[in-house]
């Protein structure tokens, strides 16, 4: 068990005792090769479509510039939730210290946050693509392709420290076993000796005008691309231009649908089994399908995949 100090008449707990998805050992076991398979997937996948967007001088575009970075942050992403199952799923000693739980839930929120920002930014790759061909190559140049990236971390990692700061000085005490298989928001709250309402009225202002803006900016993206796509005369191009869109369509859905669906609603109506559910969809679900999503009917990456395969297969 987690270990306890004594303020005043309030029992502080520093350590935290992590239930994960169950207790028992045969079903331990079966969540440990589930995770485990999960794991080396989303990292085959992700690592996979990078080496090939390196490899491949036709992929070497702001598209999958962009789609290189998703994979890097998804490996990352998945890294900071999957080992730490694995091993609660086969060990006996599932204490998590304070500090761990921070640092947990600080690369937690920085990573998750760094994705809005990121799907934003390819949502007005894909406005620039279709609604300006000719003038695509030039505007989405590669300084500016950087930029967006390396101000999608920088923003996300800025929002990632007060989000932690801003929980981590509450006062934890009584109970201190979190239901749950990481350190997240809803849980912590349930757990706060102190008044939370200012609390939970900055991290509701956080996550708003970050969703806000994110889905302000894939929003207006995305009229700009219906807009152009209804003036496109033959179906076949207008199909073509959907297409390079129904990706990243996909990725935000999945993403933005559990985000929301997670943090939109008060800490009275979160329950531990729905938590643990629908927070599965952002921590191992999406890292996990987003290279499916960008590869299995993506011609360039098909293509790419054959090419590198055959150098490889070749004999020298």
């Known amino acids: 068990m987690g270990t306890i100090e004594m303020e005043g008449n309030r029992t502080l707990v520093t350590d935290f005792v992590m239930v994960g998805f169950t207790t028992d050992p045969l079903l331990r076991i079966i969540f440990f090769v589930l995770f485990l398979a999960s794991y080396i997937l989303t990292l085959t996948g992700n690592v996979g479509l990078m080496t090939l967007i390196y490899l491949d001088s036709h992929l070497h575009t702001p598209m999958y510039f962009f789609v290189g970075n998703l994979s890097f942050l998804d490996v990352w992403f998945s890294t900071v939730y999957t080992p730490r199952i694995l091993s609660d799923c086969v060990s006996k000693n599932k204490v998590m210290s304070l500090a761990g739980c921070a640092a947990q839930f600080f690369f937690s929120a920085g990573l998750a946050y760094s994705?809005?920002?990121?799907l934003a930014a390819m949502a007005y790759d894909r406005y620039k693509a279709i609604c300006n061909?000719?003038?695509?190559?030039?505007?989405?140049?590669?300084?500016?392709?950087?930029?967006?990236?390396?101000?999608?971390?920088?923003?996300?990692?800025?929002?990632?420290?007060?989000h932690t700061g801003n929980t981590f000085r509450l006062h934890f005490c009584g109970n201190n076993i979190i239901n749950h298989y990481f350190c997240d928001a809803p849980?912590?709250?349930?757990?706060?000796?102190?008044?939370?309402r200012v609390y939970e009225l900055i991290v509701a202002t956080i996550i708003g005008c970050n969703v806000v803006a994110t889905t302000a900016l894939i929003l207006s993206s995305y009229v700009g691309i219906v807009a152009a796509i209804i003036h496109i005369h033959s179906a076949a191009g207008r199909r073509k231009a959907f297409s390079t869109c129904s990706a990243h369509l996909v990725s935000v859905s999945l993403f933005y649908g559990s985000i929301l669906f997670m943090y939109s609603r008060p800490s009275s109506q979160h329950t531990p089994d729905w938590d643990k559910a629908?927070?599965?969809?952002?921590?191992?679900?999406?890292?996990l399908v987003n290279p499916m999503i960008y590869s299995l009917?993506?011609?360039?990456?098909?293509?790419?995949f054959k090419k590198v395969l055959g150098k490889f297969m070749t004999p020298k």
């Open 278 to 287: 629908n927070a599965l969809f952002y921590t191992v679900l999406n890292p």
């Open 133 to 162: 061909p000719l003038l695509y190559a030039t505007v989405m140049s590669r300084k500016l392709c950087i930029q967006l990236v390396v101000g999608s971390y920088v923003a996300g990692f800025v929002n990632a420290i007060v």
């Open 297 to 304: 009917r993506n011609k360039d990456v098909k293509a790419a």
């Open 115 to 118: 994705e809005c920002f990121l």
């Open 187 to 196: 849980p912590l709250v349930k757990m706060a000796c102190d008044d939370t």
